[in-house]
C-alpha cells in the first residue's frame, strides 16, 4: 500500500466526518482499528501512523463546532463546578511542562507527545458528551466498538497458529517472554501493533460484552454470543502475556456487582447471577469442552506456558502495586528533579525521537507523572483526580434517584463508571498503554457518556412524563390520547364533544 493510498482514504475519511459529525464518531472508530495494520504494510512502519486517528477526530469537532455545537466544558461544570480550577490548572502546567521539554530535547515531537499523552482525552469527553442522548447512542458506540475489537482480537490466534504474515507481526523488535520449561515464548498482537495493545482491547470488549449483556434485555443472541466470545478473548489476552489486563477484567466484574448491587437493590443480584453470570459461565463451560475434546495434546503442551504466566498474576498484583507506586516515588524523583523531566520524556514513542530521559522507576502511570511534572504535577493530578470523583460521585446519587425512569440506562452507566475505574488502577500499574491516542479517545468518549448521564435521564423523564399526559383512561377502561377524549355532557349519554363555553340544555 503507498502513501498517496492510504492518505487519500484519510482524506475521504475526514470529508465524512465534517459531512456529518454524528457519523465522524463511528469514523474515527474505525480509523483507530486500521491505523495499527496499515502501519505494518508500509514500509518503514512510520510511527505518526499511531496518531492518524487524530485527524477524523479533528474534523469531527470541527464539522460539529460548524453545525452550533456547543463543544465547551460550561455545560458540564454547570451540573457540578468541582472540576472548573483543577482542570485548568492542569492544562495549563501541561503546556508549560511540554514547553520544558522542548526546551530539554529540541525536539517538537517529543512536546507534542506529551501534551497529547495528558490532554487527548479531552476533546473526545466533549464529543461524547454531545453525542448521547439517550441509551440507543451509546448501544450504537459500543456495538460498532466491539464488532471491532472482536474482528482484531481474534487475529492474534492466526499469529499463534503459525501464519507468517507481516500484518501479524509485532511493529519494531517486539516482545517476548521466558519460560522454565519451553524458554523464550513469543508473544502475539495480531493486526494490531503490539501485545499490549491487543490485551487492553481484549479486556475491554470483555467488559462491555458482559455490560451489553446485562443491559440489554431485548438481544438473545447478543447475550449467547457474548457467552461464546469471552473465553475466546480471555485465551487471546493469555497469549499476548499481559496479565494485568486479566486483573482488569476481574476488578470489573467485581465493581460492577458491587455497584448494581448496591445503588439498584438486593433484586438486582439474582437478575445479575442468573442471566449475566449464567451466560458467561455456559460460553466457558463450552468453550472448555471444545477446548478439551479439539486440542490435540501437543496444542495443549504449547499454550500451557502462557496460562500458567496468565495464572501467575494472583501472586504478583499486590508486589507490583507497591513497587510501582511508593516504593519508586524517591528513585523518580532523584533522576528527574523535583520539578520532572519535561511532558513527554517518558511517554511512548519518544523513543524514536531521542526524549525518553525517565528511567525504568517510572512504569508505573503515577511514577510517569512526577518523572515528566514533577512533584507540582503530581499534586495537582491527585486533586484533579480527587475532584473528578467528587463529580462522578454527585451523578451516581443522581442516578440512583432517578434509575426508574429508565433502567437500561443505569445499568449501562454503572457498567461504563466500572471500565473506568478498573482503567485507573491499570494505569497506577503501568502507563504505556494509555500513551496510545486511540485508547486515550475511546476512554474519553466514555467518560463523555458517563457525564452526560444527567442529561439522558433528564430526557427520559421528560418523555415518561408526556406519555402519561398524553395518555389517560377514559370512564370505560380504554386508553386514548387526550385530544380524542369526550368531555361528558349531563343528561345525554350520545352527546358530541362540546367545547366548555357551550351552554348545556
Request: proline fraction near 3%.
Given at each position: 500500500m503507498t502513501d498517496f493510498e492510504v492518505f487519500g482514504l484519510i482524506i475521504i475519511a475526514m470529508a465524512l466526518c465534517f459531512a456529518n459529525w454524528r457519523v465522524g464518531v463511528f469514523i474515527c472508530i474505525v480509523v483507530g482499528f486500521l491505523q495499527d495494520p496499515l502501519r505494518k504494510l508500509m514500509p518503514g512502519e512510520p510511527v505518526y501512523f499511531t496518531a492518524m486517528v487524530g485527524a477524523p477526530l479533528a474534523m469531527t469537532l470541527l464539522g460539529a463546532r460548524l453545525r452550533n455545537v456547543r463543544l465547551s466544558f460550561r455545560p458540564l461544570h454547570a451540573w457540578n463546578d468541582v472540576l472548573r480550577a483543577p482542570l485548568k490548572f492542569f492544562v495549563l502546567l501541561v503546556f508549560a511542562q511540554s514547553g520544558a521539554a522542548f526546551i530539554k530535547t529540541g525536539s517538537l515531537a517529543v512536546a507534542g507527545i506529551g501534551a497529547l499523552s495528558y490532554l487527548a482525552p479531552l476533546p473526545a469527553i466533549l464529543l461524547g458528551y454531545r453525542f448521547s442522548r439517550g441509551e440507543r447512542d451509546l448501544v450504537k458506540v459500543i456495538k460498532v466498538y466491539l464488532g471491532l475489537s472482536v474482528i482484531m482480537v481474534l487475529t492474534v490466534y492466526l499469529g499463534y497458529a503459525g501464519l507468517d504474515w507481516t500484518i501479524l507481526k509485532q511493529v519494531g523488535t517486539g516482545l517476548f517472554i521466558y519460560s522454565a520449561e519451553r524458554g523464550r515464548l513469543d508473544l502475539y498482537s495480531g493486526f494490531l501493533r503490539s501485545p499490549e495493545i491487543a490485551a487492553w482491547h481484549a479486556a475491554t470488549a470483555v467488559c462491555l460484552l458482559m455490560l451489553v449483556a446485562l443491559a440489554i434485555h431485548r438481544n438473545s443472541i447478543l447475550k449467547w454470543g457474548s457467552g461464546l466470545l469471552v473465553p475466546a478473548l480471555l485465551g487471546a489476552i493469555l497469549l499476548t502475556?499481559?496479565?494485568?489486563?486479566?486483573?482488569?477484567?476481574?476488578?470489573?466484574?467485581?465493581?460492577?456487582?458491587?455497584?448494581?448491587?448496591?445503588?439498584?437493590?438486593?433484586?438486582?443480584?439474582?437478575?445479575?447471577?442468573?442471566?449475566?453470570?449464567?451466560?458467561?459461565?455456559?460460553?466457558?463451560?463450552?468453550?472448555?469442552?471444545?477446548?478439551?475434546?479439539?486440542?490435540?495434546?501437543?496444542?495443549?503442551?504449547?499454550?500451557?506456558?502462557?496460562?500458567?504466566?496468565?495464572?501467575?498474576?494472583?501472586?504478583?498484583?499486590?508486589?507490583?502495586?507497591?513497587?510501582?507506586?511508593?516504593?519508586?516515588?524517591?528513585?523518580?524523583?532523584?533522576?528527574?528533579?523535583?520539578?520532572?523531566?519535561?511532558?513527554?520524556?517518558?511517554?511512548?514513542?519518544?523513543?524514536?525521537?531521542?526524549?525518553?530521559?525517565?528511567?525504568?522507576?517510572?512504569?508505573?502511570?503515577?511514577?510517569?507523572?512526577?518523572?515528566?511534572?514533577?512533584?507540582?504535577?503530581?499534586?495537582?493530578?491527585?486533586?484533579?483526580?480527587?475532584?473528578?470523583?467528587?463529580?462522578?460521585?454527585?451523578?451516581?446519587?443522581?442516578?440512583?434517584?432517578?434509575?426508574?425512569?429508565?433502567?437500561?440506562?443505569?445499568?449501562?452507566?454503572?457498567?461504563?463508571?466500572?471500565?473506568?475505574?478498573?482503567?485507573?488502577?491499570?494505569?497506577?500499574?503501568?502507563?504505556?498503554?494509555?500513551?496510545?491516542?486511540?485508547?486515550?479517545?475511546?476512554?474519553?468518549?466514555?467518560?463523555?457518556?458517563?457525564?452526560?448521564?444527567?442529561?439522558?435521564?433528564?430526557?427520559?423523564?421528560?418523555?415518561?412524563?408526556?406519555?402519561?399526559?398524553?395518555?389517560?383512561?377514559?370512564?370505560?377502561?380504554?386508553?386514548?390520547?387526550?385530544?380524542?377524549?369526550?368531555?361528558?355532557?349531563v343528561g345525554r349519554r350520545s352527546s358530541p364533544v362540546i367545547s366548555r363555553t357551550s351552554p348545556v340544555k
Open positions: 502475556g499481559r496479565r494485568k489486563f486479566l486483573v482488569e477484567v476481574v476488578l470489573f466484574i467485581s465493581i460492577y456487582a458491587l455497584m448494581l448491587i448496591w445503588f439498584r437493590g438486593t433484586g438486582i443480584k439474582s437478575a445479575f447471577i442468573s442471566k449475566s453470570a449464567l451466560v458467561l459461565m455456559g460460553g466457558l463451560v463450552l468453550g472448555s469442552m471444545g477446548y478439551m475434546f479439539l486440542t490435540p495434546d501437543a496444542a495443549t503442551s504449547d499454550i500451557s506456558p502462557y496460562y500458567e504466566r496468565g495464572m501467575s498474576v494472583r501472586n504478583d498484583v499486590s508486589e507490583r502495586v507497591s513497587v510501582m507506586t511508593l516504593e519508586s516515588f524517591q528513585y523518580v524523583i532523584a533522576q528527574n528533579g523535583i520539578l520532572g523531566s519535561g511532558a513527554g520524556t517518558g511517554s511512548q514513542g519518544v523513543q524514536h525521537f531521542g526524549g525518553q530521559t525517565t528511567g525504568g522507576s517510572a512504569e508505573g502511570g503515577l511514577g510517569k507523572v512526577l518523572a515528566e511534572l514533577g512533584v507540582p504535577g503530581f499534586v495537582l493530578l491527585i486533586w484533579l483526580v480527587l475532584s473528578l470523583a467528587r463529580y462522578l460521585w454527585s451523578i451516581v446519587r443522581h442516578i440512583a434517584r432517578e434509575q426508574e425512569a429508565d433502567p437500561a440506562l443505569s445499568k449501562l452507566f454503572f457498567g461504563l463508571l466500572a471500565l473506568l475505574m478498573t482503567n485507573g488502577v491499570v494505569y497506577v500499574i503501568a502507563h504505556q498503554v494509555f500513551g496510545d491516542p486511540f485508547v486515550l479517545i475511546i476512554l474519553g468518549i466514555f467518560l463523555g457518556f458517563v457525564m452526560a448521564m444527567p442529561k439522558m435521564v433528564r430526557g427520559a423523564t421528560e418523555d415518561r412524563r408526556r406519555l402519561t399526559e398524553e395518555v389517560r383512561m377514559t370512564d370505560d377502561g380504554r386508553r386514548v390520547p387526550v385530544a380524542e377524549r369526550r368531555v361528558p355532557v
